[in-house]
């Protein structure tokens, strides 16, 4: 495995598990008095995440050679992820709760096409 595809996958890894964490965070949002502090610093640490993954991208593309596909995911998520911190700001729920679930079924989806390609195939006659 090349050291540019292990970067790419840590990348999304830690987006997805980021994303996983706001719903976590969401739930305590409505449970409990501190909840909002953790959501909020979830937010910002899925937005840096979001910016790393999309700069792993680029650098997987351009110097290493690679596809330039996860670019293009990496920078709508990043477009996304924008919109869903705004809508969270403007607490417009109605689209910012199923954008949020959008968000992680994206992630999850990137993260299974990253883990799955690039490998040797299988060969079946053993």
Do not use: C, E
Not at 5 to 28: D, S, Y
Not at 63 to 73: F, H, K, Q, W
């Amino acid at each position: 495995m090349s050291t540019n595809l292990m970067f790419l996958r840590i990348a999304i890894t830690l987006q997805t598990l980021a994303v996983f964490v706001q719903a976590i965070t969401a739930g305590l949002l409505l449970s409990t008095p501190g909840g909002g502090v953790l959501h909020s610093a979830g937010a910002y640490a899925t937005f840096i995440v979001t910016v790393l993954h999309l700069v792993v991208a680029i650098l997987v593309w351009r110097p290493g050679g690679g596809s330039p596909r996860p670019i293009l995911y990496a920078a709508g998520f990043l477009v996304i992820t924008s919109a869903q911190v705004a809508l969270g700001i403007a607490h417009v729920k109605t689209l910012h709760v199923p954008l949020g679930v959008l968000m992680f079924g994206m992630s999850v989806v990137q993260l299974g096409r990253i883990w799955a390609g690039r490998r040797a195939p299988v060969d079946a006659t053993v």
